[in-house]
């Protein structure tokens, strides 16, 4: 096992890496990370964090494993179903070699790496990459939330700071602004990319499964595509064990839940009219040059 064994004594800290903000659980393995050997038939979930990684995993795995191998579904959980490439963390194995080693065919293989880190064989392959991307303003609030329970992960300090540091690129895996701008101009010359929205998952995740079975050539029936979807709404992973995270000791779930609530708009639950209009403002200037858009509500 390749797994980083340093104890979880204290919160890590944020280094600089790579021109991004990182921690070390997600750049000890950096050579072999970038060495990764793609194949053609791969499939790249990449998203930034808690844009919505899980939620397309899990519909990925029912759509090509569900009735092939259903233990799979009860018996592993989905980040070990869906490896974390940059992944080296406490006690489970490393991401490079979860998917080196995994027995499916496509390989499903999820990152969080900013596109121009991405290793280079899954471009020179010509894999299929599915990008998630979520409003900032949920999304910064559900990666406080999660920093806060995710022992792995530097302390965030009050949402004030934390939301400042959103701002100023100083979160895990770099700004989200460039993380989802990257993605989208890529999509200009490199076409074999799905780039979709948490907002429209929440919407009609109906709609979405059917729009990922036609970018991935897949003629799911679809009473097998309502199943799928059935099966994948919040309150069934929130429940489910393989697919909640309540596995994982280096969560501290009496801090907060991994499913936390699954909606758009959570963000107005937690910015003050103040940080709101300067969060707008910031915002602005930080996607001017983009065609990019969201929706922060529904
Ligand atoms: S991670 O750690 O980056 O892999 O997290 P990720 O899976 O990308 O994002 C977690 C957020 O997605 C929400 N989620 C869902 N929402 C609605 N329906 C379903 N089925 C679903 N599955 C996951 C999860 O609750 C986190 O968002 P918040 O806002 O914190 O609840």
């Not at 390749?2 to 000890?28: A, C, K, N, Y």
């Not at 995994?102 to 121009?116: A, C, E, G, M, S």
């Not at 990459?129 to 792995?152: C, G, P, Q």
């Not at 780039?195 to 998952?201: H, I, R, S, T």
Request: with cysteine; charged share 25%; net charge negative.
């Amino acid at each position: 096992m390749e797994g980083s064994d340093l104890p979880l004594t204290s919160r890590s800290e944020l280094i600089e890496f790579e021109g991004i903000s990182m921690v070390h659980f997600f750049t000890d393995n950096w050579e072999n990370i970038q060495n990764f050997q793609a194949r053609p038939d791969d499939i790249l979930i990449t998203t930034y964090p808690k844009a919505g990684t899980t939620w397309v995993s899990y519909i990925l795995d029912l759509l090509y494993f569900g009735n092939a191998a259903p233990e799979r579904q009860t018996s592993q959980p989905i980040y070990i179903r869906v490896p974390f490439l940059e992944a080296t963390l406490p006690d489970i194995p490393s991401g490079v070699e979860l998917a080196d080693k995994l027995p499916t065919t496509p390989r499903l293989i999820k990152t969080h790496l900013p596109v121009q880190l991405v290793p280079k064989s899954f471009w020179e392959q010509n894999c299929r990459v599915i990008y998630v991307a979520r409003n900032a303003k949920d999304n910064a609030v559900s990666f406080f939330h999660f920093d806060r329970m995710n022992l792995t992960a530097p302390d965030p300090q009050d949402w004030n700071t934390y939301l400042q540091r959103f701002k100023d690129g100083k979160t895990v895996f770099g700004p989200w602004y460039d993380h989802v701008c990257g993605y989208w101009e890529k999509k200009q010359t490199y076409s074999n990319i799905h780039y979709m929205f948490f907002e429209d998952m929440v919407e009609d995740t109906g709609r979405e499964v059917e729009r990922l079975c036609s970018f991935l050539g897949l003629s799911t029936p679809t009473e097998e595509r309502e199943r799928i979807t059935k099966g994948v709404h919040f309150d069934t992973m929130k429940l489910n064990k393989m697919t909640n995270y309540s596995t994982v000791p280096a969560m501290d779930f009496k801090v907060s839940p991994f499913m936390r609530k699954g909606k758009v708009g959570d963000w107005k639950n937690h910015f003050t009219v103040a940080q709101n209009e300067q969060f707008d403002e910031h915002y602005k200037q930080k996607m001017k040059n983009t065609t990019l858009q969201f929706r922060t509500e529904l």
